[in-house]
């Protein structure tokens, strides 16, 4: 997660955020919890895995750290354990939503370092676009979506490009859209965000968490078909389900170590949370022993 020549291949000269700093703890715990399991694991990565998988994926999610099997149907399993857990009565309900929206305050829920502060050109709109980068703009964005969005609101939109798109596709666009209507792609987003109403986004952005927690509707933009291929689908999918009234499903949720979501600046005992899910997932994975037969290839 923190590795230096790790991030150069997969964001370039773009910094992470200092607001992600106190994850290096938890990722040093969880790597070497995990050993007792001898399961395999993997920074952000997206894979189809037999039930009786053999791989945990991390990754960092709206500040905290997100820990799922390479398994879609555990993936979203484990998400609706969480919200049905027992064990957490209104007692042990955290006030996760809360946390998020201070992160929009503290100015600390942007990814990266460095996003531009200059908003005195741009003026307020109702709706904002948050897009992903360009290797999945094409994948996992539906273009039909996006010109009924420019369509139905005309100018009273923002698209945001995210940090990690090429000056290619945001030449792209902007000859689709206007170029008065695409925001700089290192700007701060979550500027934007507090002024709009309704914030369109995908199952692979952390913004949809935080458009949430600020009161705004929220609307996805995927491709269908590919709208499962995402480390944060399983909790995205259930957000977008419960965006009437998303509070007290995101404090339920996250508070259950079943969610696989860990953090560190609000929770104390972190690494008893973190404990509890392995024990769980592993336990579920034991269940599905031998019912699949994977052939692994030799190294």
């Known amino acids: 997660m923190f590795n230096e020549n790790v991030a150069k291949q997969r964001i370039g000269s773009l910094k992470k955020s200092k607001a992600l700093d106190p994850l290096r703890d938890v990722e040093r715990y969880f790597l070497r919890q995990v050993k007792k399991y001898n399961i395999e694991t993997s920074y952000d990565v997206l894979a189809q895995e037999i039930p009786y998988f053999r791989t945990f994926a991390y990754t960092e999610y709206a500040t905290c750290f997100m820990i799922h099997p390479l398994n879609l149907d555990f993936r979203l399993t484990q998400i609706m354990d969480a919200y049905d857990d027992k064990d957490i009565d209104e007692s042990k309900v955290i006030d996760f939503a809360s946390y998020f929206r201070s992160n929009i305050e503290k100015n ?17 709109v109702d709706n904002l676009v948050v897009l992903p980068g ?41 000859d689709q859209f206007g170029e008065e209507l695409i925001l700089p792609r290192d700007i701060d987003m979550y500027h934007f965000m507090q002024k709009a109403d309704k914030v369109y986004t995908t199952h692979i952005s952390e913004s949809a968490m935080y458009a949430a927690c600020l009161g705004k509707e929220i609307e996805p933009i995927d491709v269908y078909n590919n709208v499962e291929r995402g480390s944060f689908y399983h909790v995205n999918k259930f957000l977008f389900e419960h965006r009437d009234n998303p509070e007290p499903w995101i404090n339920k949720t996250l508070s259950s170590p079943k969610s696989g979501i860990i953090c560190p600046q609000i929770e104390e005992n972190w690494k008893e949370k973190l404990d509890s899910y392995l024990e769980y997932m592993t336990t579920k994975r034991e269940k599905y022993k031998d019912w699949f037969i994977e052939v692994r290839k030799k190294k």
């Open 108 to 124: 600390m829920s942007n990814k990266y370092q460095d996003r531009g502060t200059d908003f005195s050109r741009y003026r307020e």
């Open 134 to 174: 360009s290797n999945k703009l094409k994948s996992n964005t539906c273009l039909n979506k996006l010109i009924h969005i420019k369509k139905l609101h005309g100018d009273n939109v923002y698209f945001k490009p995210h940090p990690i798109t090429t000056h290619t596709v945001i030449g792209e666009i902007k």
